[in-house]
């Protein structure tokens, strides 16, 4: 028996998920957004099983550099442009494609010499307000883009939208009226969806769509979890019990003494804890899998461990199997009992959490 927190990658469930963003625009490209290390499953493995998709996406230069060292030859988007005429270098030498948010990208892309042209995306700032060009600038930035001898035929449009997760929110498609009306005065093809507005926001669809959390089978809305859409988990954590123990009344659990026994009762102890990525906030009452029955977090999460209220599993036994999140129990709803959204949870899972795939 091995001791230790362990995260399952189901490979499958990956291309299951990616099946179900294009049944859901089947006439747009998919860019595949795989940063922050493949949302934590993994960049390389998840660029391996996603190869069906067009264009790979990701937010930095060494994450599309590490990909074309272990031998991905696919399409790679740069989502945060570059810094500097080295880097837009290094770009072009790897026939990346890149997006452009701001002038001094442009003028950069004018004033370097001698590099391959390049697939360029114009991003438009509709009302997200963090990256690119205010809709009345963005025209004119976009004839000056093109006109570009580095620029690799016609430059393609982008925008985010901010609150596509909450569905009555009326800014999203004030986002798609500024983005439509943009669009109008270029020739690129656009592209506004991530996971939200892929399911919950068809008008988004546009010429690319750009999943992301979707592709690993959560749900991009606050209110619901991946498997009302039809999305598979792809990461299942899970780790063990190393200890149970039977404890009075009124003993205190763990640092603080944050819960209190009220009676006599099981206390199991899991070898998981904020060390290995899960949430130091979770509260308790947070559910947790014992195998397969769902039982309370109890106390405060610690680096290595966390406790468990076995009252409703009193036969647990030291080696049983503990699910955090993933199969059975939705990382959406570990999120919310701890105050954080999923993206966090997956991204934040640690070095010492040993990777299977499935
Ligand atoms: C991260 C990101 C996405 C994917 O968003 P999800 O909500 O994970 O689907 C799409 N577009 C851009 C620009 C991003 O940064």
Redesign the pocket.
């Known amino acids: 028996m091995t001791v230790g927190a362990e995260a399952s990658i189901d490979l499958g469930a990956l291309r299951h998920n990616l099946s179900i963003a294009r049944a859901k625009a089947p006439g747009s490209g998919v860019v595949a ?1 795989i ?1 922050a290390n493949g949302y934590g499953h993994g960049i390389e493995r998840t660029a391996r099983a996603l190869h069906d998709a067009d264009i790979f ?1 990701v ?1 930095r230069l060494n994450e599309a550099q590490a990909l074309r060292a272990a031998g991905i030859r696919h399409p790679i988007l740069l ?1 945060e442009g570059f810094a500097n005429s080295e880097e837009l270098r290094a770009i072009a030498g790897e026939g990346f494609q890149v997006v452009i948010h701001r002038r001094g990208q442009v003028d950069l892309m004018w004033e370097t010499h001698d590099i391959a042209a390049l697939i360029a995306w114009l991003k438009v700032d509709t009302g997200m307000h963090r990256l690119g060009f205010a809709p009345d600038e963005a025209s004119v930035a976009y004839q000056h883009l093109s006109a570009a001898p580095t620029v690799a035929g016609k430059p393609r449009l982008m925008t ?1 939208l901010a609150n596509a997760d909450n569905r009555g929110d009326p800014l999203t498609q004030q986002q798609l009226d500024r983005f439509v009306h943009v669009a109008h005065e270029t020739e690129g093809e656009c592209s506004a969806a ?3 507005g892929i399911l919950g926001w068809p008008a988004s669809h546009l010429e690319w769509i ?5 592709l690993y089978g959560v749900s ?1 809305f606050v209110d619901d979890s991946g498997q009302a859409h039809g999305l598979r988990p792809v990461m299942t954590l899970r780790s063990t019990v190393i200890a149970v123990r039977t404890l009075p009344k009124g003993a205190a659990i763990g640092y603080g003494g944050a819960w209190v026994c009220p009676e006599s009762m099981p206390v199991g102890v899991v070898a998981i804890g904020y060390g290995d990525g899960y949430p130091r906030h979770a509260t308790s009452g947070t559910p947790v899998l014992v195998e397969g029955t769902r039982v309370d977090l109890i106390g405060r999460v610690s680096m290595d461990m966390i406790c468990v209220d076995l009252r409703k599993r009193p036969q647990t036994r030291v080696g049983d199997t503990v699910t955090l999140w993933g199969d059975g129990l939705a990382v959406e709803e570990v999120a919310r009992s701890a105050a954080t959204i999923p ?1 966090q949870l997956l991204c934040g899972v640690t070095q010492r959490v040993s990777v299977v795939e499935r």
């Open positions: 957004v940063k996406a937010a989502l985010h991530n996971s939200a750009r999943p992301g959390i979707m991009p993206y």
